[in-house]
């Protein structure tokens, strides 16, 4: 028992120390006095794996350390379980470590276990609408969770096993898309591997497999890639990073299941890809230059600039297809500031990177939460709609329609970014640019060639709507190929109007 303690207090120590090293004006104390207030609380509770249930909050706290968050989500990540798995009151909470905490804990509390399966779709739409509702109040609420999730898969293997694949679909179903959706990219990928050999074990066993061979050798091309072009790199005087990095088994293997990929893994281009990370911004084009110097661009599928015209989400990079021999690779620049944000998405936010977060006062940590909230535009339109939809299997569907699909972006003639899901139409595009766009439709052009208006956009396509002089009642045959909820919504409001 005395080891076990020990160990407890071991990881504590570590967490502290990681804590300091990217804030050291953490407030130590508070940290402490959380970690006692877990501790006593969970006070001989065993998890199924056997492991003492500290070790769990202690996990959390350990993630959200590595996203770098500020004291109130360490505690709150701490505090996590107390309220439902032990004698702790909220109001506890509220006393001793302060209403935004209790905030975040009984938010976390409340969105319990969403369930896809089991008990009834009501009760799942209840929690999915909560979590929205907790989101939308504070983001820091589903970082909390995520990382409860995280920790909560790597111990998967201690569930009974119909309770196992359940929560790795539900992983995959919710958990992975939200997180990509928030801009925690390593945390999709981590979450979907954890889940992928519970959820799908033959093809699990298959992708590994066939993989193998091709990631050794992919391996060692990138090994000689980084050498000659940090080679380059430094005669052109530019500090860089260069590094490979492969991509994560399941979203290889949705890849390989594509029809247009059909297994062929010459056709996916960034299996193994190189990552250059450079400190301005002007040095990702002088480093361009470099690798398109060394390796000939593969013309046809071309440069990406992100850095120009961002991601909805936010992510930045340039990304770059060579020839390496008969070979394919991607290779994508961005400075290291860019790469952070990449990495941790939404949370980069809530970082102490930056000198003013360092001295903020709570209430201007408080603002920095509203701009977060404002950049995350569909978080709200999110939260708007279950205000107006009565009943569940509406909003559920609205949800599962829209924001936990595959999301692709979508340009404006003008360049402006639209995101949208996977399978969107030139109406959902009109929609989304704005509510009345949609009932001005004349045509649609897609890369300036004029489309049917149920052609499925693509990813990059410029979209462009030619608008007639007076509006019109929408076509109710939309509906059968829209994909978004507010075209969808837009179009049975003109039909209700009628
Ligand atoms: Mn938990």
């Known amino acids: 028992m005395e080891t076990k303690k020990a160990e407890a207090d071991e990881i504590f120590g570590n967490v502290l ?24 609380a969970h006070k001989g509770q065993k998890r199924l794996s056997g492991e003492d249930f500290i070790i769990h909050p202690l996990e959390v706290l350990g993630a959200l350390a590595a996203w770098k968050l500020d004291d109130t989500t360490l505690v709150s ?13 909220i109001s506890d909470i509220e006393e001793k470590f302060g209403a935004e905490v209790a905030r975040i804990v ?12 089991g008990k009834s779709e009501d009760l799942y739409a209840e929690n999915l609408r909560k979590m929205i509702l907790a989101m939308a109040e504070d983001l820091r609420v589903v970082f909390v969770k995520l990382a409860d999730r995280l920790h909560n898969m790597k111990t998967l293997n201690a569930l009974p096993k119909d309770k196992r694949i359940a929560n790795a679909r539900e992983t995959l179903d919710i958990y992975a898309p939200l997180s990509e959706r928030l801009g925690l990219g390593f945390v999709k990928g981590k979450l979907e591997d954890l889940a992928f050999p519970f959820v799908y074990p033959e093809e699990y066993k298959k992708v590994v497999e066939i993989s193998k061979d091709y990631y050794k050798k992919a391996n060692l091309i990138i090994k000689k890639m980084e050498k000659r072009i940090l080679q380059s790199l430094a005669k052109e005087k530019i500090r860089a990073k260069v590094n490979g990095r492969e991509k994560h088994l399941y979203s290889l293997w949705r890849k390989l299941e594509r029809p247009d990929t059909d297994w062929d893994f010459g056709k996916i281009y960034d299996i193994v890809a190189l990552r250059i990370l450079v400190e301005g911004i002007s040095d990702c084009y002088v480093a361009l230059g470099v690798v398109h110097d060394i390796y000939k661009p593969n013309s046809k599928i071309g440069v990406s600039d992100f ?12 990304h770059t297809k060579v020839f390496v021999g008969e070979r394919v690779v991607e290779v994508q620049i961005r400075t290291f500031k860019m790469h952070s944000e990449a990495e941790f998405g939404a949370a980069a936010h809530w970082m102490y990177s930056d000198k003013k977060a360092k001295n903020a006062t709570p209430q201007e940590l408080e603002k920095g939460a509203f701009k977060v909230k404002k950049q995350l535009r569909w978080i709200s339109e999110l939260a708007g709609w279950q205000s107006q939809m009565r009943d569940s299997k509406e909003f559920l569907e609205a949800v599962r329609f829209d924001a936990f699909k595959e999301r692709i972006f979508i340009f404006s003639p003008k360049g402006d970014v639209y995101n949208l899901p996977l399978g969107a139409t030139p ?19 897609v890369n300036g060639k004029v489309v049917s208006l149920d052609t499925k956009l693509s990813s990059g396509d410029v979209c462009e709507i030619v608008k007639q002089k007076n509006s019109k009642k929408p076509n109710k045959y939309w509906l059968d190929f ?11 409001k003109a039909d209700r109007d009628e």
């Open 17 to 40: 120390l990681e804590v300091l090293s990217y804030n050291p004006d953490s407030r130590v104390d508070f940290l402490k006095k959380a970690y006692e207030f877990s501790k006593k």
């Open 77 to 89: 990540g701490l505090l996590h379980d107390t309220v439902e798995d032990s004698e702790a009151k």
């Open 106 to 117: 009984s938010g976390v509390t409340k969105i319990t276990d969403i369930r896809l399966v």
């Open 307 to 318: 850095i120009a015209q961002p991601k909805p989400n936010g992510y930045r990079s340039i």
């Open 427 to 445: 109406v959902d595009f009109a929609y989304s640019v704005h509510t009345d766009l949609g009932n001005f439709i004349k045509l649609a052009k």
């Open 482 to 492: 829209v994909v978004t909820t507010t075209a969808r919504r837009e179009i049975l």
